[in-house]
């Protein structure tokens, strides 16, 4: 399973959700930058489509589930999917 945010640094409120509801679940993910990292922007722009951040991805072997801008409900799925799992860490 692997987990991206791809985010914005400043004034980004779903961001920060996003990332804190995947933190106090202990889920861990990986941050892109799209300000700093062109080729993340590219990404999401012109591959995945989205104008908007967050942009989730999350893969879990190898089948692809993606989504942009804060999606409570999306985000509890991949914290059931997770925990079902038992990959959730000690946050």
Known sequence: MTLTIY????????????????????????????ITNEGA?????EELGYSQVPVVVYDKGGSENHWSGLNPARIDQIISIEAAAGRLREA
């Not at 004034?11 to 509801?21: D, I, V």
């Open 7 to 34: 985010t914005k640094p400043a004034g980004c409120f779903g961001c920060a959700k996003t990332k804190q509801k995947f933190a106090e679940a202990g889920i861990a993910f990986h941050e892109v930058d799209v």
């Open 41 to 45: 922007f590219e990404y999401i722009t």
